[in-house]
């Protein structure tokens, strides 16, 4: 009987962790008295939140993280480009996606063979992870793991609402 009762505690623990990111009744949490991060992107935090909604500034900003399930990218499948909600900048497309059941928008890689997002070493909430942010302006995308599924063994766990989505332009040789 321990012997299950461990198992099962372990799974647990293991299915609880799998995104490594907390969970709460808000929208978004965030470690008290953070100070936005600052990057060569030349806004003030008065025109960042002036530009961004309260929960997109509080996730893009103060890096918090939004509730997972709710995200409005986690099940979408246009085909398109997800972009930066700070800056517009590109970051990943509808063929790197894919569905990892941890409650957030997942990708197995980016464009721009890394300059369009930034890996910075994370040791909040007494965990080690790799936080991704976008290169450009900053922003803070989410984290990356090392546990996905496809060929590339990468997780790239992205909040919805540090993106924004560019529909794919239609291919103009197939209108004869």
Not at 106 to 118: I, Q
Request: hydrophobic content about 30%; aromatic content about 10%; glycine content about 10%.
């Amino acid at each position: 009987m321990f012997k299950v009762i461990i198992t099962t505690s372990l799974t647990l623990l293991v299915a609880f962790a799998s995104c490594q990111t907390p969970v709460n009744q808000n929208t978004t949490t965030t470690q008290p008295n953070k100070k936005p991060m600052e990057t060569s992107y030349n806004k003030t935090d008065a025109e960042w939140k002036k530009e961004l909604t309260p929960e997109q500034y509080e996730v893009l900003r103060l890096k918090g993280t939004e509730r997972p399930g709710t995200g409005v990218y986690l099940n979408h499948k246009e085909k398109g480009f997800y972009t930066c909600a700070g800056c517009g900048t590109e970051l990943f497309s509808n063929e790197q996606k894919f569905d990892s059941h941890c409650g957030w928008p997942s990708f197995d890689g980016e464009l721009g063979g890394g300059d369009r997002v930034k890996k910075i070493k994370d040791f909040s909430h007494g965990m080690i992870r790799t936080e991704i942010v976008c290169a450009k302006c900053g922003g803070h995308l989410g984290h990356i793991f090392d546990d996905g599924p496809t060929a590339t063994g990468q997780r790239y766990c992205v909040n919805s609402l540090s993106l924004g989505f560019k529909h794919a332009a239609k291919d103009s040789s197939a209108k004869k």
